[in-house]
């Protein structure tokens, strides 16, 4: 399979890419990749990676930011931060990366548990992941040439253990191994409109 990894350099990409690398013709595209990168906050930017790389049988996107702060502080503005960053640019990716995908390809988006299970300051985060689930539900129903879409959804994951435990009170640390498989059950199985949550 030809897979392309969005985000493939970062704390759960570099992870998934090296399953993958294993296995497939992988091709891993970050912001900074030096061969062919990519801004997911630029349409002209996806339309172009695109372009460079050709038809593919799998897109795998790991990538998107949003704003983490208390309500009150939030300002308008830092809402559009991950509605155009993780919410539009993985949209934008399922738009235009599904003109590449060869007859029984597939798409997998990134989420998070905020979308279920939020914590403190995770308004705008949670929100952007409730409006991916929705809208990947939607579009199972409608990609053509027997493609599918699905979207891995982990708890905070074990690389990033320093960086969240303080934030996930209570919370389950997935182990590497998990997050990696919710990838493997969405590009080499059959499932189509899932939300794969990794909670656990
Ligand atoms: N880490 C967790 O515990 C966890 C848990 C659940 C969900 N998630 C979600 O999973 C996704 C990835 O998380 P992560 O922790 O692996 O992130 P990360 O370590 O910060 O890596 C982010 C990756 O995305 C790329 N990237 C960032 N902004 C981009 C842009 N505008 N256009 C194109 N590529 C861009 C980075 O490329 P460069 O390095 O070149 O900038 C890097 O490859 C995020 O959406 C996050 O919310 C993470």
Redesign the pocket.
């Known amino acids: 399979m030809k897979i392309l990894i969005?985000?493939?350099?970062?704390?759960?990409?570099r992870k998934v890419s090296a399953h993958f690398i294993a296995t497939d013709e992988v091709i891993v595209v970050?912001?900074?990749?030096p061969t062919i990168s990519?801004?997911?906050?630029n349409i002209n930017s996806i339309k172009e990676m695109f372009k460079k790389i050709g038809k593919i049988d799998a897109i795998i996107s790991?990538?998107?930011?949003a704003k983490w702060a208390p309500l009150n502080d939030l300002t308008e503005e830092d809402f559009y931060i991950g509605i155009k960053?993780?919410l539009m640019?993985q949209v934008n990716i399922v738009r235009i990366g599904k003109e590449y995908l060869n007859k029984n390809g597939s798409i997998t988006l990134?989420?998070?548990?905020l979308a279920d299970d939020p914590v403190y300051m995770t308004t705008a985060a949670a929100m952007v992941n409730g409006g991916i689930h929705s809208f990947v539900l939607a579009t199972a129903l409608e990609l053509e040439n027997d493609c599918r879409i699905n979207v891995v959804s982990?708890?905070?994951?074990e690389d990033?253990y320093e960086k969240?435990k303080d934030f996930f009170p209570g919370h389950n640390c997935i182990p590497m191994r998990k997050v990696i498989n919710a990838y493997v059950r969405s590009v080499k199985g059959r499932v189509n409109g899932e939300i794969i949550r990794v909670y656990e």
């Open positions: 969005i985000g493939g350099t970062g704390t759960i990409g970050g912001r900074t990749t990519v801004d997911i906050t790991i990538v998107g930011e960053s993780k640019g990134t989420t998070g548990v982990p708890d905070f994951v990033a969240y």
